[in-house]
Nanobody, 123 residues
Framework: QVQLVESGGGSVQAGGSLRLSCAASGYTSGSYCLGWFRQAPGKEREIVATIYSGSALPYYADSAKGRFTIYRDNAKNTLSLQMNSLKPEDTAMYYC????????????????WGQGTQVTVSS
């Protein structure tokens, strides 16, 4: 049903920027949450940022606050994560995710997940 396809990952030097994109299809009407997650080898998956279909402000993890921006383009059905001032500790596999008919986004119980895109930040 819902398909998420990520792109934009790669290798970048510390202090550089990357923009991750997630193309979505198969959405149903109703409230929804969209999010970016990341997981480094040997570490737990963590929330990076989430955004709700309503008017609430996006949520950012402390590690992302002030450096990352989550935004969506409804006309193109895409979700993006602009990452600036990247640090080596940002190195991880990044996943976009969605859950439909949702009201609270800062959770891990998302219904649909992309395949992931690798971000590597070199010092």
């Amino acid at each position: 049903q819902v398909q998420l396809v990520e792109s934009g990952g790669g290798s970048v030097q510390a202090g550089g920027s990357l923009r991750l994109s997630c193309a979505a299809s198969g959405y149903t009407s109703g409230s929804y949450c969209l999010g970016w997650f990341r997981q480094a080898p040997g570490k737990e998956r963590e929330i990076v940022a989430t955004i709700y279909s309503g008017s609430a402000l996006p949520y950012y993890a402390d590690s992302a606050k002030g450096r990352f921006t989550i935004y969506r383009d409804n006309a193109k059905n895409t979700l993006s994560l602009q990452m600036n001032s990247l640090k080596p500790e940002d190195t991880a596999m990044y996943y976009c995710a969605a859950k439909v008919w949702a009201t609270y986004c800062v959770t891990h119980d998302y219904n649909y997940w992309g395949q992931g895109t690798q971000v590597t930040v070199s010092s």
